[in-house]
């Protein structure tokens, strides 16, 4: 067999699994809270425009209303200030859509601290466990927000969640091979971002890269640390900064297929 006729088999069969990191799109998705004197991203909406009556008797669809970054979403490197002349969502090269990734499991820190940071040494110490981070490929940082996302106030958390160090954010945009970085909070840098330096260090360092960004990801707990292969679907939105995206991992079971997704 062709090697992709090998991949399709073992996704047939179940020993490749496909695991959806998509939170469910809907009115009760939680959406970014940002200060009264900025402007604020519109959460879900949708509009029937028929559905099987006398506004159209055979068909069933929807108008909807949201921002380029609700739910789970990806930014562009176009999204920040440091990458306005960078790449927008429509630019972003097919290929870096389709990636390896390591999964770095923090929830317990996390547990113990809302605002958890992570630093440099924490980085260097899971690598000395599980290895170099894919050249290449994404940084899921795992923090076990997921479980929160059906309580938006839980999730939000009065701005206090779990992000990365500005130091290590440089760290990791500018001394790595990582293309991106993924998460399960509302944005991809800490809720306190906003007082760091410089502020919102993921989107500065990351983006001005030419870098990417992944939110409000689920069931990254799913994933081993090293070995999934990240799918990453946004809209080729034109000049957009970023789209709600459908993120799927491939993750090698060995299993028969009634155990596949």
């Known amino acids: 067999m062709t090697l992709l006729e090998q991949i399709a088999a073992s996704l047939h069969d179940g020993a490749i699994e496909v695991v959806d990191l998509t939170a469910p799109l809907s009115e009760a998705t939680p959406v970014i ?13 949708r509009e029937p425009i028929s559905r099987f009556d006398e506004r159209g008797r055979h068909a069933y669809w929807n108008n909807l209303r949201m921002s380029e970054h609700t739910g789970t979403h990806f930014d562009a490197p176009a999204h920040w200030l440091s990458g306005r ?14 990636a390896p990734a390591a999964v770095l499991d923090f929830s317990r820190e996390t547990a113990a601290d809302a605002d958890f940071l992570l630093e440099r040494e924490h980085v260097e110490a899971w690598q000395s466990e599980h290895g170099p981070l894919p050249d290449g490929g994404w940084l899921l940082y795992r923090t ?12 939000l958390n009065g701005g206090h969640t779990p992000g990365v160090a500005p130091e290590c954010a440089r760290l990791l945009a500018e001394e790595t091979g990582v293309i991106g970085i993924g998460v399960e909070t509302v944005g991809t840098d800490a809720g306190r971002a906003a007082d760091l330096e410089p502020p919102f260090p993921c989107h500065w360092y990351f983006q001005g890269a030419n870098k990417y960004g992944l939110t409000q990801l689920q069931r990254l707990a799913d994933l081993p640390p090293q070995g999934a292969v990240i799918v990453a679907g946004p809209l080729p939105i034109v000049d957009g900064s970023g789209s709600p995206a459908r993120v799927l991992a491939l993750v090698e079971r060995h299993t028969t297929g009634a155990d596949a997704i």
């Open 33 to 45: 809270r940002l200060p009264p004197d900025h402007g604020q991203a519109w959460p879900f909406e």
């Open 85 to 98: 002349d960078l790449d927008d969502v429509a630019r972003v090269p097919p290929r870096r859509l389709v």
């Open 144 to 155: 076990g927000w997921d479980a929160r996302v059906r309580d938006a106030e839980a999730f």
